[in-house]
């Protein structure tokens, strides 16, 4: 959806390097959530943000919503080809009858 | 419980026929939402159910898509009259409540091609 913007759109990086997704919209993120898709597979849940400055890690992923709660960003560490994916980033915004993806970041790690 | 099922998995259809996609929440979830996901696309929410209600039907691209659930449970996404611009990935997902903290769980999704 154009309410939330990610980038980069895809990403090509080497085993063992750092990276980093960002999801930002003009409207405040009620609650921000990060899910992977493996291809031609399901969406798993990652985390969820909700409060202005959070930080959660699990693994070697990270995921930090900015103060004005209008950014969030998804840092993995030390990727590993298992990593590999599309990542998307979900919202609560103004309309709690909707819901809001981005239009997901893919994710490839060369072993 | 199993997770979120939808059936069928794969439906292969002509042009102009109808088609029904059908979806099993997480058994006590009450929030079930439908999306599509276009090749290469991210996800487009269609529509979304609290119980057996949906409050906002505006996200559903045409008058051709219809959605309903009954018993709180079971819901089905019909599509009349389809067109080849309708195939793509059918999710369904649900969560225990339509609160901010509740993530949805997602279904295998179903593959709607027309021909």
């Known amino acids: 959806s154009q309410e939330l913007e990610q980038s980069p759109q895809s990403l090509i990086v080497q085993e063992g390097k750092n990276l980093t997704i960002n999801c930002t919209s003009s409207k405040t993120l009620y609650g921000l959530y990060w899910y992977k898709q493996k291809y031609g597979e399901g969406l798993i849940f990652l985390m969820m943000l909700q409060k202005g400055g959070e930080e959660k890690s699990h693994e070697k992923i990270t995921a930090k919503l900015d103060e004005k709660k209008q950014q969030s960003s998804l840092h993995i560490t030390a990727s590993q080809p298992s990593h590999a994916g599309i990542y998307l980033c979900g919202a609560d915004l103004y309309n709690f009858n909707k819901f809001y993806f981005g239009s997901g970041t893919k994710l490839n790690v060369k072993p | 419980g199993a997770g979120v099922s939808q059936s069928p998995s794969n439906k292969v259809t002509e042009k102009g026929k109808d088609v029904e996609l059908r979806c099993d929440p997480i058994?006590?979830?009450?929030?079930l939402y439908w999306y599509r996901q276009s090749l290469g696309q991210g996800l487009e929410f269609l529509i979304y159910?609290?119980?057996?209600?949906?409050?906002?039907k505006s996200g559903l691209p045409s008058d051709r898509f219809s959605a309903e659930r009954t018993g709180g449970s079971v819901s089905t996404l019909t599509i009349q009259r389809t067109q080849q611009e309708d195939s793509a990935v059918y999710l369904c997902?649900?969560?225990?409540?339509?609160?901010?903290?509740?993530?949805?769980?997602f279904g295998p999704g179903t593959r709607l091609t027309v021909l």
């Open positions: 159910f609290q119980g057996n209600s949906a409050p906002d």
């Open positions: 058994s006590g979830h009450t929030a």
């Open positions: 997902a649900s969560s225990r409540t339509r609160d901010i903290n509740n993530e949805q769980f």
